[in-house]
């Protein structure tokens, strides 16, 4: 295993330990809050992350691969300030005097639900920003683990809301690919190079399907 994959399987495994004592301490029905709050804002930031996504670069230039995480985060916080506020996330927790296992354990179902979906979507996002360091592949944990928000929301999709593999309306997922164009002549790169050659470079370019 890589580096890179040890770093990837980290992040995604990090959150789920957390909530799940988070789930321990505080018990079920707190870490349900969270499900929700975290379920909704995943499913809601994907749904949306292509139109979003195409109408912020239509207004600005950036690299593709920044474009598609400030996007997502924008859109994420959003989601998750709007479902916090419904189920009232921030209302006063508590801890019940007397300690009640199930409820606890319940608790920890609860966050290790919550902890996997907030690992797996970092864990996405860290392979949108360093296209190129699972070469050729990550293992096939880590890859797990990565496709973890878009397997949860396929489910929805397709099995919920009914959505055909095939169909239009299928929400499309972002990829980065590097596309070879020349450089452009009042580059620096270009100004230096001898006369008659042409330099080539490769630009990051978001892809949907």
């Known amino acids: 295993m890589t580096t890179w994959e040890l770093i990837a399987l980290a992040v995604g495994i990090l959150p789920v330990i957390y909530r799940a004592w988070q789930g321990w301490k505080f018990g079920a029905t707190v870490e349900m809050r969270h499900v929700i709050v975290v379920l909704f804002a995943i499913l809601v930031t994907i749904r949306y992350w292509q139109v979003a996504t195409e109408l912020v670069e239509r207004a600005l230039t950036m690299d593709a691969r920044l474009l598609l995480l400030a996007v997502f985060a924008f859109v994420y916080t959003a989601a998750t300030a709007l479902a916090a506020f419904a189920v009232g996330l921030r209302s006063e927790m508590y801890r019940s005097v007397q300690s009640d296992p199930i409820n606890s354990i319940a608790g920890v179902l609860a966050g290790v639900v919550s902890g996997s979906l907030l690992g797996g979507t970092l864990a996405m996002l860290l392979n949108i920003a360093s296209p190129g360091k699972f070469d050729p ?34 929400t499309k997922m972002p990829a980065i690919e590097l596309v070879e164009e020349p450089v452009p002549a009042d580059a620096p790169e270009a100004e230096k190079a001898p006369e008659g050659t042409t330099l080539m470079r490769l630009r990051p370019t978001v892809v949907w399907n």
């Not at 009914?162 to 169909?167: L, R």
Request: net charge negative; charged share 25%; no cysteine.
């Open 137 to 170: 592949a990550p293992s096939p944990l880590v890859g797990e683990v990565i496709r973890w928000p878009v397997t949860v929301y396929r489910f929805v999709e397709t099995d919920i809301a009914g959505v055909a593999a095939d169909s239009p309306d299928r």
